[in-house]
Every structure is written in C-alpha cells, then in structure tokens.
C-alpha cells in the first residue's frame, strides 16, 4: 500500500508547529483606538464649530453641512498620511455578508508633474462602485450599473493595516442610482430611527418631557472553529464550502463535556492576544474569549456598542480573524456546522434599546412590576415575535445556519420568548388585570465561610430559546456564526417600531379618558398578552411535547429550512409594516428575498458539485485502492493455503457501490432546470438535492470506517478537531 501524501504530510507538518513569535505589545490603554478617526481625535484636529457639528451628527444624527464635510476630510487625510495611508477606500456591506470596498488613492500630479495629496470633501462624501456586480434582486441590471457609496459620519473611520501597507477606510451605505438601499447599512439606520421616533411616541404619552435620542445597543457572541491550514487545505469541501461535506464521527467527540472553558490551547493562546490587539487599536472592545462546547471550538465576545457601529465592529471581526488565523497557520471557519456530529456555531445578538435621558429601557430593575416604561418595551417585543416570528426567522436563514437550526445545540426553528421566571409571572398578572409584587431570587449561601454569599438573580437561564431575556436585553441566540448582525438588528428594531406605535395607539385614548398610568398600562399590556402570551414559553425549547404544543396548541410555525422561511419576506403584513416604518420599500424588501433565493440555490448547489468531484475522484480511488490491495493480500495467502475472510471486502465493494449510485442520482438531480417558481426551486434544493447529498455521504463515511487509515485521502474529524 501507498500512503496518502497530503494528509498523512499534513500531520507530520502540524505536530512539528510552535505558536509564531508574536512581539510584546503595548498596555491596553496606549493602544486603545490609535488607528480610529474618533470623537477625541477629532476634537484635537478639528476646529471648535466644526468638532460641535461633527459631535452632534455622530450622536443624534442630524445633517452635516458639506463646509464641514470640507474641514473633516482634509483633517481625517492628514492623519491618515500621518499613519502611512496612501490609499482610503469606502467600506461598504453589500447583501452578502462580507464587507466590500474599492481602493482609491490620495496622490495627484500637479501641473508641473509633481506628486501630491488631495482629499476633498466631496471623494469623503461619494465613490463610485458598480451596482450592477453586486447582490441587488433585479434592482440594478448590467446596462444600468450605476451605485453609490455614502459617508456614514456616525461610524468613525480608520486605518486597516496589512503587509501591503495601510489605507484609510470610510464606512459607508450603498445605493443604486434610483436610490434604492443595495446594502445592509441603509436599512439598519433607518430601522434604528423609526424605532427612535415610535418610542418619542411612548415615553411622551407616559409624562417623560427629555428624552434624548434612542438607539438600539448590540453586543455579539461570534463562536468559531480554528482549523490548521494544513489540514483544511488537503479538504476541497472546507476550501470552498466552508464545511465538511465527509466525515465519520471520531471514537471521543464532545461528550466529556471537557472542552468548553477548558484551558486554550498553546498555538490558539498567541492567535486571541494577537488578534485581539488588532481589535482594541481599531477600539472593538473585545471582552471575553474561552473554549467553546465542540473540541476546535471558540468564542469572542464584544461589550455592548451602538447598533450601527456594532454592525460595522463585526463585519471587521470577521475580516481580521481570517486574516489573522492564516498568519498563525490556522483556518478560520464561520460555517454553522462545519462539523456533523458536534456542536456548531452561532453568533447570539444580545440587543436592548436606551438612551442618555430615560437609560436601557429593557432594564427591569429591582422591581420590574413598578416599572411601568419597561413593562412597555418588554411588551412590545413579546407582540413582536409573535406577529413576526417568521420573519425574524428569515433574516437568519441560510443554507449553512439550516444544518444548526433545531439541533440538539442550537434554538429550534420556532420561535418564542423566554422571559424568566419572576417576568413571565409579571405579565401573566398583566394577563389577568393584575400588577402584583415579584419574589426577588434571594441568597446563595454555599454554607462555606470562605465564599461570599451574593444575590442570586430572580430567574434561571434557558439556553434552548431562540429569544431571550438574560437580564437586561434580550438574547437572539438562532443567528448564524457566518451572518451579518444587520438583517437580526434591521428586523427587531422595525418589529420594535412597529408595536410601540400600536401601543401608542392603545395608550392615548386610556389615558385620555383619566386612567392613571399604572391602570392605562395593564390595559394595553392586557390585550396585548391576550392576543400575543402564547409566544412566551419557558420550557424546553428542544422537546418533542414543546414542537406539538407550539404548533397544534398556540398556533407558532415551525420554520425549519430557509426555502420554508424566505417567503416570509413575500408577506403582505411584512411587506406593509416595512412601508409604514419607512426601513424597506417594497421593491427593495422583494429585491432581498431574490437575493437571499438565489443564495441559498447557489450555496446548495456548489456543495452538490463538491460532493460529486470529492466522492469520484478522491473517495472511490481509494476505495478502489483498498479493495485490490485486499484482493493482492487474498491471492498471497491462498497460495499458501490461508484462506482471508472478505467480510471486510464485501462491505467496501458494496458501499463503494451505492455511493457512486447515489453520486448518478445526484448528478441527474442538478440538470432539473424547470422550475415554476424560486420558492419551487428552493424546496428541490432543500429536499432532493440535500437528500441525495446525505445519501452519497453515507456511504462515503461508512467507507471511511473500512478502508485502510493509510490509504484514506480526506484528513479526518480526529485529526482536525484534536490536533493544533
């Protein structure tokens, strides 16, 4: 027999690996933000008047006058060369997931030929990309290929070093020519501000008289898998599908339960401080990092920041933990289950809503049945989900999150509200017409007189809720560990928006007729929870009783692939409350379901390709290999009068066999091309062409598990999960 060179290379490669040198850097508070164009760097490069716009702009977002624009960029240009820029370029979140951006440089030549730089307020202001070559659902066609890209003076700009040099990024939105949002920025800026002017609504209607602007907070859980390069590279599937399409569960996976929080391995120690140095200079206020459940599993997690910065901070999370993983001979993997048979990765958006003037309006307090404002807003997002339980369900799928979704580790694919024990008690009282005092969660006492005694919350914690209330947010733990946090964020604050409205309806005429506030609110809350309790549920989300009981019982839809969940976008109370609010026009929410279809087509598609290419000319050679080496070993032993059982023969024969069946069926299944509809296309792909899928893995894996080790082509689960 001969060994398979790439993998078995791959292995000695990896264990003869040290962590890289990486320098010593500076403390925290001397790197913090250095390569951020801030507030506080402004207030020291900018005139008095124009810091005092730019600071109004960046906190309530009101218009900057293009004089400031001017004293802006030529300020931002010189600190930028300062840095080593000679290049900026408009970052932009076009509608797949990954940030995009075109380079332009600051260097002009004058008339005599000599070199100079030039930064005007206008090329701060507008670029030019093509509108055309991005996702835009029929909004923009080849012969129509105007777009542009805006400033977005409310997320400040900064240098992005790489080995390549330094360039001065400008976060911006992306807009056809017509005017229609291409991007995942416009709609989240416009959702934070009708959110913003439904909640002025409510805090005037309940006596509040300052109230600064709202905004929508975010803070981001991104769990991960660190793959070594060499191992990921010998894999086609990982390479270009992001997950493995083969592989056979190892002997010890996850369930010692010895992973999460375990001690970090050694080479992925050095990855986090580098990385995470990288971060603070760019002030993304990095907060925790530990091992996750599955064996090659991480988590990081920022501190809570302003949605739309937020947003921007992850898209550049993502960016540099690619990036710096490669450096340190790592892939980094953001599929959802780039693993079968272990737990895969989300990316848990905890949001909440405040301001300087009222604070963190879901904040329960001490005594939440007293407080009457965050009886409101907790309110507003329990009607929320349920009217649109669905749509929230569709801005989180994707081909690759459907593999998690409704797992055994991941929130099942119907949503409800877990509000915790001392609130779901608060608004079954409101459900009855009652505001009744809370028990609090009391004291721990261990009986240890070396360990403090310290309160302990009022309520458990439910992991297996797609929607969570932890305290003083609420958890969407369904999101996927690939996505943009934007689409989640766009969808709560517009449900937000949409109910503080419907409750401003309600409330005003109840305290028009001379209710108190306290009366006036458990009227509203009453009805609301009268048509809307059924969404909250504090049980196992995971159950089999609960998957009956939400659907037979309280009438919630189980969503469990994203060919069943895209059509939410298509609905008409979708499509009117996206309207009323102003966050999306029709066209531009229909242009989204095309995009997302086409998507999740494509994402099917090329697996389905991998499979093919993988199981023909990598899984069945060897097969092959294995079977006349058997056959070589059989005639060796029978000339000797040995006779070799061919249990082991037969078994590979026979699954060898049925995988290149399954690969035929699987061929002819991608040559379907009469579809009536997308969403018919979508349900093939969902359906037949996954089904085939599992059908050629099966006995792909099972093969894995008979042919010899040496011989097997594909790195295996052991190995890229335990080896680092």
């Known amino acids: ?285 990095a907060k925790t990092h530990h091992n996750e459940v599955a064996p090659g599993q991480f988590e990081i997690a920022p501190y809570f920041e302003a949605a739309n910065v937020a947003a921007d901070h992850q898209q550049l999370m993502m960016t540099l933990m690619k990036a710096t993983a490669k450096k340190h001979g790592f892939t980094c993997l953001l599929h959802e289950k780039p693993f079968a048979g272990v737990n895969g990765s989300g990316k848990h958006v905890n949001w909440s809503v405040g301001n300087s003037t009222q604070g963190n309006l879901l904040d329960p307090g001490n005594t939440p049945n007293e407080n009457l404002l965050f009886l409101l807003f907790c309110g507003a997002v329990i009607r929320g989900v349920h009217l649109h339980g669905p749509l929230l369900r569709s801005v989180i799928a994707s081909a690759s999150n459907d593999h998690r979704l409704g797992a055994n580790e991941a929130p099942p694919a119907i949503l409800s509200v877990y509000l915790g024990d001392q609130l779901e008690k608060v608004f079954m009282d409101i459900k009855e017409g009652n505001l009744k005092s809370t028990a609090e969660g009391g004291e721990m006492d261990l009986g240890l007189t070396q360990i403090l005694n310290f309160k302990r919350d009022p309520g458990d914690r439910n992991r297996t809720s797609p929607f969570a209330f932890t305290g003083n947010r609420f958890e969407f733990r369904a999101v996927g560990s690939s996505q943009s946090v934007s689409g989640p964020l766009v969808a709560m604050n517009t449900m937000l928006a949409d109910s503080l409205n419907w409750i401003a309806g309600k409330l005003e005429p109840e305290l028009a007729k001379g209710s108190s506030q306290a009366d006036a609110v458990v009227a509203v809350l009453q009805e609301l929870m009268n048509e809307h309790g059924n969404v909250v549920f504090g049980g196992d989300g995971y159950s089999e009783e609960w998957h009956r009981i939400a659907v037979e019982e309280r009438g919630l839809k189980n969503i469990p692939t994203t060919a069943d969940a895209l059509p939410a976008l298509r609905e008409p109370s979708v499509i009117e409350m996206f309207k009323n609010t102003g966050v999306l026009s029709p066209v531009e929410l229909e242009s989204r379901f095309e995009v997302y279809a086409e998507q999740y087509v494509l994402s099917i598609e090329v697996e389905a390709k991998l499979v093919i290419d993988m199981a023909t000319t990598m899984i069945y050679p060897a097969a092959i290999q294995y079977l006349g080496s058997l056959s070589a070993t059989s005639g060796g032993l029978a000339s000797l009068g040995v006779a070799l059982d061919n249990t082991v023969a037969n078994a590979v024969a026979e699954h ?20 009536d509809s997308t969403e018919e296309h979508m349900q093939f792909c969902a359906g037949t062409i996954r089904g085939l899928m599992d059908e050629v893995r099966a006995s792909a894996d099972t093969l894995e598990t008979l042919v010899a080790d040496e011989l097997w082509p594909l790195p295996k689960y052991r190995e890229m999960l335990f080896i680092k």
Not at 656 to 675: P, R, T
Request: charge should be negative; include cysteine; hydrophobic fraction near 40%.
């Open 1 to 285: 027999m001969s060994a398979n060179p790439s993998r078995q290379q791959a292995i000695q490669t990896i264990t003869s690996r040290a962590p890289i040198a990486v320098e010593k850097t500076d403390p925290l508070g001397k790197i913090w933000a250095e390569d951020v164009f801030n507030l506080d760097r402004m207030e020291w490069a900018l005139s008095k008047s124009a810091f005092k716009s730019m600071k109004k702009t960046v906190q309530t977002g009101v218009p900057l006058d293009p004089g400031t624009a001017e004293v802006v960029a030529a300020a931002m240009k010189e600190w930028a060369v300062s840095k080593g820029a000679k290049f900026f370029s408009h970052i932009f979140y076009p509608m797949t997931n990954i940030t995009a951006e075109k380079h332009d440089g600051f260097i002009i030549a004058d008339a005599d030929g000599s070199a100079i730089t030039e930064f005007s307020g206008s090329l701060l202001i507008k670029g030019e990309p093509d509108g055309s070559s991005f996702p835009n659902g029929s909004l923009r066609m080849t012969n129509a290929a105007r777009g542009y890209t805006a400033w977005d003076p409310t997320s400040p700009a900064f240098i992005m070093h790489t080995d390549n040099g330094a360039t001065l990024m400008i976060p911006s939105v992306f807009m056809s020519w017509t005017g229609e949002s291409l991007d995942k920025k416009i709609p989240l800026l416009r959702s934070n501000a009708a959110m913003n002017t439904a909640a002025q609504k409510v805090l005037a209607l309940m006596g509040e008289t300052e109230i600064a602007t709202l905004n929508s907070s975010c803070g981001a859980e991104q769990e991960y898998f660190l793959v070594d390069s060499a191992f990921a590279n010998s894999r086609p599937d990982l390479l270009l599908a992001g997950r493995t399409l083969f592989g056979a569960p190892p002997a010890k996976g996850q369930e010692f339960d010895d992973h999460y929080f375990g001690a970090i391995p050694a080479r992925v120690q050095v990855f986090m401080q580098d990385y995470e140095d990288q971060l603070y200079k760019l002030g993304i206020p």
């Open 656 to 675: 060898a066999n049925a995988m290149m069946a399954s690969v035929g069926k699987l061929e002819q299944a991608l040559h379907k091309e009469d579809f």
